[in-house]
């Protein structure tokens, strides 16, 4: 799965990533650091069982709806882990634009959706069957309201979450989402081949971040550039220098699925 | 501890084969195996609150494993503010009004009094009066603790309600906000028609009053055990001292009554009494109704009933997609509540036989009840558990059912009756429509079945 073609892959995106971001920074504005790295699957590609729809089946039983729990690349790349950087709220803005969350083709589009407290989670409705949207929170008081076609929602949440929150539709018991809450603009979510990108952190600073995901809450072991590395509670603290802080491959054994 | 559970159990034994016929022979022999055990035996081995140890496994599943160091530190914690099933909030007793006046419990604005004649063993005074209300007439059922999880609840269906997740389902509020007083008193009044939660319609109403009283405090106590379990879990350590973690109350309020800010995460158990005392805000008051309930027989009404069942199939609405075509429940039936909510994350879909045994042994292990899923309500049948009222179906249809898959068709904003315009007021339909539901579910009962589904006209989707 490391394949070689892979890694080297990786290499020329990086370096062309670098390239952009390597260039002098502009002479005005403050210097920023990004954070990135591709999360890899140790092993083979986990199959995806096919869901089983047993309700409004002339519209939803037309789609290829798969299990989504682990979704992994031919590559070894695993989607939807989430990094964010804990304890840095940051100044609020981007806060006014909504988040959606749209009940597309029988299923939750995206998959893991990341919303600040006080950011608007627009939930909507494509479909011409009803859905309902039931969020399980924790911190934040449970949500479960009827979605009609076309039908939108408005969101807006108090408190962070601990973990990501189970999104699902009792209409359509196969339907499952996650909606991750943190009081941060710096995060990000892995996508179909497991990079992500954090920009617009702070320079010079110790940032601690948490690794996340749906299905196992935390990540906290993989090996980071062929070391095996230990994250405590899924996180790990790291000194952001100006422009481009590369983790590199982060290999995770499959056991951290379990 | 051990010796102590397996008294527990040879109460549940003297009860279970005649729990569900004679709920008041069960309550005698429950009692008199209280006293007996009192008096031989068992004299030790004093009730204790069980530590939430279902609620340990979720979050050490989802973080790091709770050290048996970290779970003394809880239980203590929880002694200290909770105090004991025999003192409510009294853990240090040897000067019992010293300890009475900084009782932390009087801080978070429970009634003392009330809480001693819920708690301890049953016996009735000099003066005639009963103490011990809880574990008389409820804790065979809803355990000690509160937990749902009695020695007679793993033989009910429904099983009891688990107080601990702060969560209820029939009531007049919106969402998953709490009861109010009312609620639960019409809750131990009328009992809940159609499971085995009797009516005590027939105790003073002093003794209602203190039971009420009691169940706030197990449902306060286990959601903060909860909530410092989760916080433990996550971050091995707790949110901060006992006195952090009680927080201060009362809390400062506006002119109407309404604290004017939420307590700090930290601050625990203010926190989840924030949520019991902020309950009155979030009352559903429905729109006037279109019909007169009082006249079943009016044109009025058979005119709400047919626009009422176009709604119920509608594509909107699509309550039969749970209720069944024929509205007798059988829509679906593979979903699980808050309190299985271990079970419902393993997915509906999920086919792994083998996983899903380990975690349900798993789960067992620390004494949760074997998961069931829950079934929507035989339509058919007229028994309705929140009430059969038109008002008590208004709200559970504008509502929806906290802590199941039964949704909401209203929001939070339209909670308001008249005073808000439907335009502003969200939701899936507008607020009449909700009445004409109303009047369609309560016709449902004599509508006979043998005519076969009716014309769905609003649906294309549901196969016919």
Not at chain 1, 121 to 131: E, G, T
Not at chain 2, 172 to 193: C, I, M, Q, W, Y
Not at chain 2, 201 to 210: G, K, S, V
Request: with cysteine; net charge negative.
């Amino acid at each position: 799965m490391m394949s070689k073609i892979g890694s080297l892959r990786w290499c020329i995106v990086a370096a062309l990533l670098c390239g952009m971001y390597g260039m002098p920074p502009s002479t005005a504005g403050e210097e920023t650091a990004t954070l990135r790295g591709r999360f890899l699957l140790e092993g083979p590609v986990p199959a995806r069982g096919k869901l089983t729809v047993n309700k409004d089946r002339d519209v939803c039983g037309v789609y290829d709806l798969r299990d989504e729990q682990l979704v992994v690349a031919e590559d070894g790349g695993i989607r939807d882990v989430i990094v964010y950087a804990r304890k840095l709220p940051g100044d609020g803005s981007g806060k006014e634009d909504a988040v959606l969350l749209d009940n597309k083709d029988c299923r939750f589009a995206p998959h893991v959706v990341a919303v600040q407290p006080g950011q608007t989670l627009l939930v909507k409705n494509s479909d011409p069957v009803a859905h309902n949207t039931q969020i399980s929170f924790s911190s934040n008081s449970a949500f479960n309201e009827g979605l009609p076609p076309s039908g939108t929602k408005e969101i807006k949440l108090k408190k962070s979450e601990r973990y990501p929150v189970s999104v699902s539709c009792s209409i359509h018991p196969w339907m499952r989402g996650y909606l991750v809450v943190q009081d941060t603009p710096y995060i990000a979510i892995t996508k179909a081949d497991g990079t992500f990108e954090i920009s617009g952190l702070p320079v010079g600073k110790e940032v601690e971040f948490q690794v996340a995901h749906p299905k196992s809450k935390r990540i906290d072991e993989a090996s980071v550039g062929g070391k095996a590395t230990k994250w405590k509670r899924g996180r790990f603290k790291k000194k952001m220098v100006a422009g481009d802080n590369d983790l590199g491959d982060l290999v995770v054994m499959p056991d951290q699925f379990k | 501890m051990r010796s102590n559970k397996r008294c527990n159990d040879r109460w549940g034994a003297a009860c279970q084969p005649r729990a569900e016929g004679w709920p008041d022979a069960c309550l005698r022999a429950v009692s008199w195996a209280l006293l007996a055990s009192l008096l031989v035996g068992c004299q030790s081995e004093v009730p204790y609150f069980r530590p939430n140890l279902v609620e340990i496994e979720i979050e050490q599943d989802a973080s790091e494993p709770v050290t048996e160091d970290q779970q003394r530190l809880i239980n203590e914690t929880m002694l200290a503010l909770f105090g004991t099933p025999d003192r409510p909030a009294n853990p240090f007793p040897e000067d019992a009004q010293a300890a009475d006046a900084q009782s932390p419990l009087r801080t978070f604005g429970f009634d003392v009094e009330k809480l001693k004649v819920s708690a301890g063993p049953a016996y009735r005074d000099a003066e005639g009066n009963q103490h011990g209300l809880y574990r008389l007439h409820c804790a065979h059922c809803h355990g000690v603790t509160g937990g749902g999880d009695g020695p007679t609840a793993a033989f009910l269906n429904p099983y009891p309600r688990d107080y601990r997740q702060g969560v209820f389902k029939y009531k007049s509020t919106f969402g998953a906000a709490k009861p109010t007083h009312e609620d639960l008193k019409r809750v131990l009044v009328n009992g809940v028609s159609g499971t085995s939660m009797p009516s005590f319609r027939l105790l003073p109403d002093n003794e209602i009053e203190a039971l009420i009283e009691y169940v706030r405090y197990l449902s306060a106590r286990g959601e903060t055990e909860i909530k410092l379990i989760e916080y433990m879990a996550a971050e091995g350590e707790m949110p901060g001292s006992i006195s952090e973690i009680a927080g201060g109350f009362p809390l400062p309020v506006d002119d109407e009554g309404v604290a004017e800010e939420e307590p700090e995460e930290e601050n625990v158990v203010a926190s989840v009494m924030y949520q019991w005392k902020a309950a009155p805000v979030s009352v559903i008051h429905p729109v006037s109704s279109p019909v007169d309930f009082s006249d079943p027989e009016s044109t009025a009404m058979a005119e709400s009933i047919a626009r009422g069942e176009k709604l119920f199939y509608s594509k909107n609405l699509q309550c039969n997609s749970c209720h069944g075509d024929s509205a007798q429940g059988d829509g679906q039936r593979d979903k699980y509540t808050v309190w299985f909510k271990w079970r419902e994350d393993l997915g509906t879909n999920n086919d792994d036989q083998a996983e899903i045994n380990r975690v349900v042994h798993q789960f067992m292990d620390v004494g949760a009840l074997k998961p069931r899923t829950i079934y929507p309500r035989n339509l058919r049948l007229g028994v309705y558990r929140g009430g059969r009222r038109p008002i008590d179906l208004y709200r559970r249809i504008y509502s929806g059912i906290n802590g199941g898959p039964m949704p909401a068709q209203g929001t939070v904003t339209g909670i308001a009756g008249d005073e808000v315009p439907d335009s502003e007021a969200g939701g899936s339909v507008r607020r009449e429509q909700i009445w004409d539901v109303v009047s369609y579910v309560l016709s449902l009962p004599y509508e006979p079945l043998s005519q076969g589904p009716p014309q769905r006209q609003g649906s294309k989707y549901t196969p016919r």
